[in-house]
């Protein structure tokens, strides 16, 4: 596998909250991004549909998911493998996070929060057609993708912060 | 005849011509768009860079410079709603010497800064941190953020089927042959007799558009092409964002561009040219653009092209857009001349000519804007039987194309909707196969189904059409064994043979028999997995080892520096030989290249189809026609011809390795074996012309054997006890 994207990200949570929502299917289904279902297999481990936008194209594809590796809550590996349907081929993705809480040292209300900065990297195999959609758009796709997955959990945490959990 | 009326009508099916059939459709007013040619995007709109401009190079007070400062506004939402692939990578223009430094920063980027572009000049340090894979002589450079890529053809494609989705019509093969112009009205006459009373028409008939004029009596303007030849390497080499020189006495110079689908644009020049369809290319244009790009990137030494090809861009009269109504009558608006950054300014260009138009027409402006997104793909259905192998496309993708709503009717047709026949083999592996899938989604024969442009026939009926190959069903296939031989071929059944004599349980998978290796990973416990395609369904067998044979395949003309147009008619012997099977002629003069038994076998059967031969003992030079072939030229002599059939070169056909990083992108690259048949991957093995396409049956078939033996052995040691039982590995 190569590693297509390397980044990182503040979630407004502490690493511990970040897990428990890890833990959690249902908000995972709510986080993922174009998760249509998921449905928890073993411990840790899922199995779902996820549509994804490469653009042009929205693939949905038949996911098994495992957080592998977990350290709580410093460390987890999300591996997903797939096929897609309608096109010919398979994928597996592997994103280790890194998770470390640091205290804000100035938080919109003036009082010191914990915010969780996110170290990532996206490795990615594809076989088959999703191989010739090229690494540049591959590249993207999983950057959107992440990033959008980020930013629900932002959301989803401000959402249980403010007592409104999904 | 019919006469029928609209009240738009747009002549040409370029990206001009299809953004302003969506624009207006967007708002609320639906027309009809007539295309000479079989597809949208024939002419000017199908070769070009590609690019996302940002004008940050134009000249301030031309129309092309306000227009593509206002597509850059409109971009971002229109392609939201296009749904067309797209790269935000930015570009760099490059400065090496001192006096390229300063027109760099106080030229080209106070320019940008004048038409408010962003950029950044960038120091040599700066350069080297991001971009390393730019010559040591590079001093500094613009960085232009906002510069991309985009796909053209998804992209004009995408404009039409969002037009059609709001109510407007695409009609291609349409010829207009005569616009009459009255006070409320045009009539626009038609190839077929029928006419079109509209009550606007926009000429956005690209390099025609000064013709399309003068049938209205227009003579204002003329429109005179410039040639642009362009080089495509499938290997990126790293390169990961636009990489231009400072524009020089003669030009803006070459570019290296990544292609949104992956690999490198390289090119274009610039010639000023007389012939409208002429896009002949020429091997010595193709060196000097790859020492340009070299000196740019020097890794570029190593590029193999997978083609060559050449646009045609409609410069104007008035070396700027036009953009106005006709002097004859505000009936027939222009949008013409056009040039190289059509892609670019197309949402913008198409919001001008509808803006003036309604006012113009009266026709109600409060109309809001319609969202308008291009229907998506449906791959709901199943992928289906490999049908494209470099590019692993599948029989149910091809099928979905042929369904969108701007349906493909050529094999260029479909290659820009799929991706299919654009692969190494450029189509000789997969042509028939995909022209069947055409011919069946149109109720034609096969034998109707043409390569792009009208006439550009692709083989003739010359039998009672066989059927398609009844590839059927794999047998039913283990989901484990020790060994699994990918490739039937002399190599490939000599290697299974002796591997099952080896004692190994030996599965072997070949595209000819229905199933098709699409990938192969590691698997968890050892050994790999390798997923298989069959029309019915996919399937990951577990294996110890794996032989690759998957032999070689011929190298086709767009490999070669043959100089000339892209005319149908043009092949290698692994298509002339499916045909001939199929009951299709190739053509009817054949100029065959190679020698050898093999090559006389192939010059028998094209004789027994009652084709003429003439053979060749080497590829040729030159090929003479755009449409279909007309003549090949060796040695400083014409031949007239139809058909070019090259039988004289051997690839190796190592495209399931790549996914491994076995292999690069670059054609001809073999499965690196070591002398025993070991791929540098643990249980990987290779053996016959995929290693060495100059083998031999017989040397194939001792290697073969040879890697069978070692990879069950191999096998064999890795598992705990004996090695297995014959009746056990079956």
Redesign the interface.
Known sequence: MSVLVRDRAVIHGSPDAIWALLEDPLALARVLPGAESIVATADRTFHGVLASKLQFLTIRADVDAVFRDADPPRHVRLEMAGRPRGLVGSFTVSVPFDLTGVVAPSSPTGSSAVVTEVNYAVELQVTGRLASFGTPLLRDTLRRQVAVLLANVDRELAERAAGRPG | MTTERARVVVVGGGVIGCAVLREFARRGITGILLEVEPDLGEGASKANSAILHTGFDSKPGTIESTMLRRAAALWPAALDEL???????GGLMLARTADEVRRLTSEIAANATVLGVSTDVLDRAAVREVAPYLADDVTAALSIPGEGVV?PF?LTRAYAEAAISGGSEVRLGQAVMGLELAADAVTVRLADGSAIHAEQVVDAAGLRADEVAGLAGDTSFGITPRKGQFLVSEE?FGV?RIVLPIPGPHGKGMLVT??????LLLGPTAIDATDKDDRSTDPAEGLRILAACQAMVPALVAAVPVRQFAGLRPVSSTRDFILRPSAISDRLYLAAGIRSTGISTSPAVAEAVVDEVLARRGWPASVPHRALPAP????????GE?VCL?????R??IE?ACRQPTAPRTLDAIKRRS?ATF?DCQGNLCSLDVARIVATERAIPVSAVEKHRRGSWLWEAVADPAPADRRGEPAEMPRSADVMVIGAGVAGQAAERAATEAGASVVGVDRRTGATV????RSDGGGWVA?V?SSAA?AEIRVSSVIVATGAYVEPREHRPIAGGRPAGVMTSDLAWQLLRHGLRPGRVVALVGDGSVVDELSAALVDADARVIRLAEAPDALRGEIRLEGVRTADRWHDADTLVLADRLLPQAFVL??L?LTDARPGTPAPADADGRLPLEGLWAAGCVVNPSLDHRTCAEQGALVGRRAAEATARNKDGPAPSRAAAR
């Open positions: 749904n067309v692939p797209f790269l935000p990578l796909d998804w990126a990961d990544p292609i949104v689908f992956g690999g998506p793909i449906d791959l709901s259905g199943p992928p490999i470099c590019r692993s496309i599948g149910g993708e979905a991706g692969g699409v990938g192969l990973s997923l395609q996919s790549r996914g990083g």
